[in-house]
């Protein structure tokens, strides 16, 4: 990942969780954008944007500690997989 994107994807994480009031998640942004383009290339394309709103709202639910964030991204990466 270039600089120039590092830095725009860093002052939009900064940007969203602030607007959201969701300053206290879990740095998992890497995780994300992986699950991302595996839903991506493994199921199809639209399948992205899909799988990281439910790993998100999964992770949520359960309490949204680090833990349960990695559980959430973990559990579709293994269905994409299957």
Request: zero cysteines; glycine letters at 12%; charged letters at 20%.
């Amino acid at each position: 990942m270039s600089d120039d994107v590092g830095a725009r994807l860093d002052a939009w994480w900064t940007t969203l969780t602030e607007a959201l009031g969701v300053t206290d998640v879990p740095e998992v942004r890497e995780a994300i954008l992986g699950l991302a383009g595996e839903a991506a290339h493994g199921v199809v394309r639209p399948a992205a944007p899909l799988t990281t709103f439910l790993a998100g709202y999964a992770a949520g639910r359960a309490g949204g500690s680090a833990g349960d964030v990695a559980a959430a991204i973990e559990l579709p990466r293994e269905a994409i997989r299957a």
